[in-house]
């Protein structure tokens, strides 16, 4: 996408906030359940583990959606039909995580505001950057998905504690690939191009077509949420420093209403490897000014 270029170019890892929070993760291989055979997919020993070792009876749970969360469900329903758990209610992210719960027996609330208790959330993360533990969601999976982006992140920011489940290689440190970022959709060319100036070099700003890939520019029928936003894929064609920083410099853009980076305090990564299932969590501290 061809853009005016800025004065003085962004570098992603020039910020320095003045309080920022330091990371310290703690990788913790977990026992694959004993009841699975050596054949299963990495993805469903990781979606059994999330179950067995997070949920409890009584709890409402945020349902995600994706392969893995598609998994995870399908099991839920399971232990809540055997009786080795009881009362749970779940909050679905999307039209499919609700489908897949109805056909599996989970009784449902819908998702009102920020306020709502929520017990603990599990979710597919498109990556996660290794030690801060930020997730990417929203990435194109499916036009059916587009839609929830904002839904998906606000369920798991109101949840008590978070799960995302990813494969061994969507966790590393320097990611690269699209961040997706919901704007206003009547000044959007203005939005996008003080993206593309911010990161000058380092990305390519897409607008989000409903069908296809249709150019940079988004073709002839766009994405447009129910809320009225348009999506921008930005394309990091460099390695990311610092996730952390990209999120604090889009949200100083006016016209940009979320993006698809989540930064949750209470988080924990369940990533699934071909030979068995471990977990990361975050665990933090807030450094003032720097000290």
């Known amino acids: 996408m061809a853009f005016a270029a800025a004065s003085t170019p962004f ?25 699975l055979s050596p054949d299963v997919s990495p993805l469903l ?52 995580s609700a489908s897949e719960a109805a056909k599996y027996g989970i009784p449902l609330e ?18 996660v950057e290794e030690g801060s533990l930020i997730a990417v969601i929203g990435r194109r999976r499916s036009s059916q998905e587009d839609d929830y982006i904002l839904k998906q992140k606000s369920i798991v920011k109101a949840a008590d504690e978070a799960v995302f ?14 961040i997706p970022v919901l704007v206003q959709s009547l000044n959007w060319l203005a939005i996008a191009e003080e993206i593309d100036d911010l990161y000058l070099g380092d990305a390519e700003v897409w607008r989000r077509a409903s069908v296809g890939d249709a150019g ?33 410099s889009l949200e100083t853009i006016d016209g940009v209403v979320d993006h698809g980076l989540v930064i949750k305090t209470r988080c924990s990564v369940v990533i699934a490897g071909e030979t068995e299932v471990r977990t990361v969590t975050l665990q933090t501290s807030t450094v003032e000014n720097g000290v």
């Open 11 to 35: 570098s992603l890892s020039s910020m320095v906030p003045t309080h920022r929070r330091t990371f310290r993760h703690v990788s913790v291989p977990r026992v694959i359940n004993a009841s």
């Open 216 to 248: 940079p520019l988004g073709g002839d029928f766009p994405i447009v949420t129910s809320d009225g936003h348009n999506i921008l894929d930005v394309i990091f064609t460099t390695p990311i420093p610092s996730l952390a920083n990209v999120a604090e």
């Open 110 to 127: 819908y998702f009102r505001d920020d306020n709502q208790v929520i017990d603990f959330a599990f979710h597919d993360a498109d990556a």
């Open 165 to 178: 489940m990813i494969k061994e290689e969507q966790y590393k440190a320097s990611l690269e690939g699209s």
């Open 45 to 96: 020993r990781a979606a059994h583990h999330t179950v067995d070792s997070y949920v409890k009876s009584g709890m409402v749970i945020g349902l995600g959606s994706g392969e893995a969360s598609d998994m995870v469900i399908r099991y839920l329903g399971q232990q809540l039909r055997s009786g080795s758990l009881q009362n749970v209610v779940g909050v679905p992210m999307s039209a499919r």
